[in-house]
């Protein structure tokens, strides 16, 4: 048996359910702090500005090769699916 369950009452329709209305109405004020400015190229010694360069110029070429090594590695996996399918299709 199954016992009568008292009536629900009805519950006021929500106005704002978004979270900047909760934080309004919570009194809450979460924000980040600002991020820090970057440092302007007028800023850095001639030294720092060299050695910048130099390290831009670096992963350049690191990321060229790294771009090449995958480029040839996709041709070698599209060349031994290719063989593969031929011997597949052989038998």
Do not use: C
Not at 69 to 79: D, E, F, L, N, T
């Amino acid at each position: 048996m199954i016992p009568d369950l008292p009536e629900l009452t009805q519950l006021p329709a929500v106005k704002a359910a978004g979270t900047a209305a909760l934080d309004k109405a919570l009194g809450y004020q979460f924000r980040m702090p600002p991020l820090p400015g970057m440092a302007s190229v007028e800023g850095m010694s001639n030294d720092r500005r060299e050695a910048a360069a130099k390290y831009a110029a670096d992963m350049g070429a690191a990321f060229y090769i790294t771009k090449q090594q995958q480029k040839i590695s996709r041709k070698r996996a599209r060349a031994k699916g290719r063989a593969a399918q031929r011997l597949a299709e052989r038998r």
